[in-house]
């Protein structure tokens, strides 16, 4: 949800889903940084004052001093005593750590799915990744804007891979990965001139299909050639992003 000119329809947005109680407030104020942070609307390096946001969301100090030490405890927010909260950066290392962290986690968590995984989890990821191929990637009328319900489903789709992994510790780092990736690959999706398409959804079925034979080392292969071309594509796309950091 984009925010009006005076920040009328974040106010709503907030209150809405807070019903204005205090600690359920500081909680929807989370949750809608954390959207704005994952979607590039708040981008890396940008500072967050306290007192801007307040206003803006028509919140106290408190709630958001405790909203965005949250988003710190994410990964997604930084605090220094001299300047204040500000979003995490991004950097072409850090898109290396991440993406090769994400790879060992995952690929773990996906080849326990594969060996401990009922009926039930492989009709899951069947039915999650139907749905996912009946939304477009992104706006028909602009290719460089994700359409919002595809990286909804898109979320579930790939946690519905890891999800008969049996470790509530494993899924954890995963989610916190995943989060990370997102920023990278809403920062990526302009496209440079000249830069071929990726094709997403063969690179889905390639890791469904050998899900359905339960062959963990495809799978796993799989995985981590469609996370691999992820970060090809945020790297074509370096010189933006370093743009972004220097000019926020």
């Known amino acids: 949800m984009q925010s009006s000119p005076d920040g009328s329809a974040s106010i709503r947005y907030v209150r809405k889903l807070s ?3 205090p600690r359920s407030l500081t909680s929807a104020l989370h949750e809608r940084l954390r959207a704005d942070i994952l979607a590039a609307r708040l981008l890396p390096a ?7 946001l307040a206003k803006q969301f028509s919140v106290s100090l408190a709630a958001v001093r405790e909203a965005l030490s949250r988003l710190v405890a994410d990964g997604l927010v930084q605090a220094s005593d001299q300047r204040g909260f500000r979003v995490s950066p991004v950097s072409l290392a850090d898109l290396a750590d991440v993406t090769q962290t994400r790879i060992d986690i995952e690929g773990l968590a996906l080849r326990r799915s594969i060996e401990r995984g009922d009926d039930a989890w492989l009709e899951s990821v069947k039915s999650t990744w139907s749905a996912l191929k009946a939304v477009p990637y ?3 009328d602009d290719p460089t804007v994700h359409y919002e319900e595809w990286v909804i489903r898109h979320r579930i789709f790939h946690r519905a891979l890891v999800n008969a992994c049996g470790s509530p510790w494993l899924l954890g780092f995963r989610d916190v990965l995943h989060e990370q990736s997102e920023r990278y690959r809403r920062l990526s999706i302009r496209r440079e001139p000249g830069v071929k398409p990726r094709d997403v959804e063969a690179e889905h079925e390639a890791i469904v299909a050998a899900v359905m034979k339960r062959d ?3 799978a796993v292969r799989a995985l981590s050639k469609h996370f691999g071309i992820t970060k090809e594509f945020v790297e074509l796309a370096a010189s933006r992003i370093a743009e972004v950091s220097r000019t926020t």
């Not at 940008?46 to 801007?52: V, Y």
Request: no cysteine.
């Open 19 to 21: 019903g204005d109680g």
């Open 46 to 52: 940008q500072k967050l004052h306290i007192a801007g």
């Open 138 to 140: 992104h706006y028909p």
């Open 216 to 218: 963990a080392d495809a």
